[in-house]
């Protein structure tokens, strides 16, 4: 069964990153270690996701067994975007 968490601030992504490095046994310097980071870094991370880069969000998340998907909710509605544009 896949979980999904609609994630909308980073307050909310901060706390989904502790708790899923938690819920694998990790402690921040074995992330650390994983990434080749300090675990100071991390705990930055974790406090403030909006320092991390998209790429990083991505590695972090694969290493950790989850991943991101984006929910185009226009879709839904209809809507599409023009083609050839994101």
Do not use: N
């Amino acid at each position: 069964m896949t979980l999904k968490y609609a994630l909308q601030t980073s307050e909310q992504l901060s706390a989904y990153l502790r708790s899923l490095r938690k819920s694998r046994g990790l402690t921040q310097k074995a992330l650390g270690e994983m990434l080749d980071v300090s675990a100071a870094r991390i705990a930055t991370i974790e406090q403030r996701p909006s320092t991390v880069s998209a790429g990083q969000l991505l590695r972090i998340l694969h290493l950790l067994g989850a991943g991101l998907y984006l929910d185009d909710g226009m879709a839904d509605r209809g809507h599409q975007p023009p083609a050839g544009e994101w």
